[in-house]
């Protein structure tokens, strides 16, 4: 399988502790994006990699939530002493300007956090 | 601000007809409109996209119609089936994909 893989698939935890996910990206991507849904409404932007830098953050992303993306491939997403609002689901998506066809963004599965 | 207008919030559609969604951008510096659709519990899947300098553009059922000037594109699906059932969004994008707030599409069987 060749597609955005993410890890894990579901989460819970309760308030107040430190969640990560891993987002895999399409190989010959270079560009990865991580979004927060939640039930009923789109996506919403949180972050932009572009290789291993990280070119923009939302407003939405509060000192509590941390991005990397080390080497230019996979990419972890942090929340620190999560509340109850963070539950959602966080997906994953990666696109190329190089690679045909270009700037389509490819979404992973996701990961559904809950705070208990 | 929202800069991607999607409508209608939901339809509901008998198996065989034709539905239809729409939406308006505002900014005429986005380059590339997909449209997505997602199912619960699963993250959204590219269905078709186009760019401003086709006015159409057709994929088996679906297709995208794209007016310029107006600043609107739409999707089309043509034949409807159960198992079109899902969430589409529609997105348009620069550097990154401005979303509308989706429609929810039931087709009755």
């Known amino acids: 399988d060749t597609g955005v893989s993410q890890n894990p698939r579901h989460k819970i935890t309760k308030r107040g502790q430190n969640v990560t996910f891993r987002c895999d990206p399409i190989?010959?991507?270079?560009?990865l994006y991580w979004y927060r849904q939640t039930l009923g409404q789109g996506p919403e932007f949180l972050t932009y990699?572009?290789?291993?830098?990280?070119?923009?953050k939302s407003r939405l992303l509060s000192d509590r939530f941390s991005a990397e993306r080390p080497k230019g491939s996979f990419s972890t997403l942090e929340i620190q002493r999560t509340e109850q609002g963070d539950s959602a689901m966080y997906l994953c998506?990666?696109?190329?300007?190089?690679?045909?066809?270009?700037?389509?963004?490819?979404f992973g599965p996701g990961t559904r956090l809950t705070v208990l | 601000q929202q800069q991607v207008k999607q409508s209608p919030q939901s339809l509901i559609v008998q198996k065989g007809g034709i539905s239809i969604i729409n939406c308006a951008y505002e900014?005429?510096?986005?380059?590339?409109f997909p449209w997505y659709q997602q199912f619960p519990g699963k993250g959204p899947a590219l269905l078709i996209a186009?760019?401003?300098d086709v006015s159409e553009k057709k994929e088996g059922r679906f297709t995208i119609s794209f007016n310029k000037s107006a600043k609107q594109f739409s999707l089309h699906i043509m034949d409807s089936q159960p198992g079109d059932s899902a969430t589409y969004f529609c997105?348009?994008?620069?550097?990154?994909?401005?979303w509308g707030l989706g429609t929810s599409l039931a087709v009755n069987p």
């Open positions: 998506a990666s696109s190329s300007r190089q690679v045909p066809p270009r700037d389509e963004q490819f």
């Open positions: 190989s010959e991507h270079n560009r």
């Open positions: 990699f572009q290789n291993e830098a990280q070119l923009e």
């Open positions: 900014n005429t510096a986005f380059d590339y």
């Open positions: 186009i760019r401003p």
């Open positions: 997105a348009a994008t620069g550097r990154k994909l401005i």
